[in-house]
Nanobody, 124 residues
Framework: QVQLVESGGGLVQAGGSLRLSCTAS????????IGWFRQTPGKGRAFVAA????????DYADSAKGRFTISRDNAKNTVSLQMNSLKPEDTGVYYC?????????????????WGQGTQVTVSS
């Protein structure tokens, strides 16, 4: 089992920045890929970004490219998502999730472990 806890959400004006953190406990964190997903009312969880357990590979949704940066510190069991130039459409509940797949995946159904989510609200 891997337990994940997100933090860092909040209310920010458009153009502002937030840094989300995903802290893990349980099994060896460094063996897992971590993905970030955003959920809005009435919609499923949309892929935002992911990072391989080696930190060598990352993947971003088109909407996140150039504005968001995912990184990890395996020594601290933490993955961060730095979000800059935020837009109102970035609003939602952000979840981090873990899997041990050999490649980075965007389908939320392929992730085995999930955090409880953190709310991000971007005002216009």
């Amino acid at each position: 089992q891997v337990q994940l806890v997100e933090s860092g959400g909040g209310l920010v004006q458009a153009g502002g920045s937030l840094r989300l953190s995903c802290t893990a406990s349980g099994r060896t964190f460094s063996n897992y890929n971590i993905g970030w997903f955003r959920q809005t009312p009435g919609k499923g969880r949309a892929f935002v970004a992911a990072i391989k357990w080696t930190s060598i590979n990352t993947d971003y949704a088109d909407s996140a490219k150039g504005r968001f940066t995912i990184s990890r510190d395996n020594a601290k069991n933490t993955v961060s998502l730095q979000m800059n130039s935020l837009k109102p459409e970035d609003t939602g509940v952000y979840y981090c999730a873990a899997n041990s797949a050999p490649v980075l995946l965007r389908n939320p159904g392929t992730y085995n472990y999930w955090g409880q989510g953190t709310q991000v609200t971007v005002s216009s």
